[in-house]
């Protein structure tokens, strides 16, 4: 009996859409659970391994596809699709962690785009992964961001526009040695139209994570924002720690420290505290930029920009603060950024005049 009048070829094709969503979806959630830190060795390991096995059964796919052109009856890699979008779906999560962190709304939608993509690419395109450039375009997003990751955690130990550029450099280095294998296994040598198809596709995913980056869209990874908050006052004590006195948030404020309102006294002065986590060995200096919304003018306008450098290996991240005198009523933020301007959190808060002493508390930082 022919294998696609069997039973099982019969079930694929009727539940093909969803088991390849299932396997993606377990894929995503499995990384959701072991993501770690980006300096971790173990989770680097990881990930490695899914770059690699997914290349491998991109390679092995279409060389099979090929070949189901000459042979009629030929198997349905069924396992080998089905680990392919574990291992796309393994790497989207563990990356979207990873970017996640930094604390910015269109780092989130865009790898949620990015995974929406992949899950209505598996419903609608036929025979989804033997298509080539759907295949190739997922794996050098996937490829690309990693490396925007690694790059300055283990090679340049800082972040600036020439790593990132450094980074998407050594992507396409490496992207360019997998299709050269690629398309000598598969095709030969022979299919050149078919390879600058791909490699223009390539060319156009790094030119607009590249315009994305200066857009300041993609967040400064592998920075992130542990902690931010507004307090009256900071106290350094001999053990490292701070005394910190600050107006404490409502109790369906789950997501801040501190009160969205800051009671203004006479003469006093807002302080910003913010932990910002950083790779071991990485160093680089972060600014905290005071703005205050003018609503005549319907715009932030930048008040105070203090810098102060991070050094990277603490779990809780690299602690520090800055001061804002002279407050004005109103509604105020703090950012924290890198040099360039990347944000990698925020806070706001609104400014009123003291009509009473507010209620105040106290911890340690």
Known sequence: MAFRDSR??????????????????VGFCFDLIVADRPDSVGNNLLLLGYLLMAGILIIILNRREMRRKEAAHSAEPLLLLLLLQFCFGGLASNLLVLYGKSGTFAVNALFLALLVALIFGNEFLRNRYAQLRFNIGVYYILLLTYCVIAVPVFLTHTI????????????LGLMAGFLAVLFMVVFRGKDVAKLFSVSSLVLSIFLIFNLLYFLNIIP??????????IYHSLLKRSDGNYTAIYEMSTWWQ???????????????????????????????????????YDAEAGEWKLEARVAFPISGGRAGGYRG????????????????ETERGSLIGRIGFEVV??????ALSQKAL
């Open 254 to 292: 789950v997501w801040r420290n501190t009160s969205s309102t800051y009671t203004l006294g006479a003469g006093q002065s807002a302080f910003c505290f913010s932990s910002v986590f950083a790779p071991t060995n990485l160093e680089v200096p972060i600014y905290h930029q005071w703005e205050r």
């Open 8 to 25: 099982i070829f019969k079930w694929w094709e009727r539940y093909e859409h969803h088991l390849g969503v299932g396997a993606l979806a």
């Open 220 to 229: 400064p990874v592998p920075l992130s924002l542990k902690d931010i908050g």
């Open 160 to 171: 600036n526009t020439w790593v990132f550029i450094l980074s998407g450099l050594i992507s």
């Open 353 to 358: 005049e003291a009509t009473s002493a507010p």
């Open 321 to 336: 603060y800055s001061v804002k005198s002279a407050l004005q009523p109103g509604d105020w933020r703090c950012n924290v």
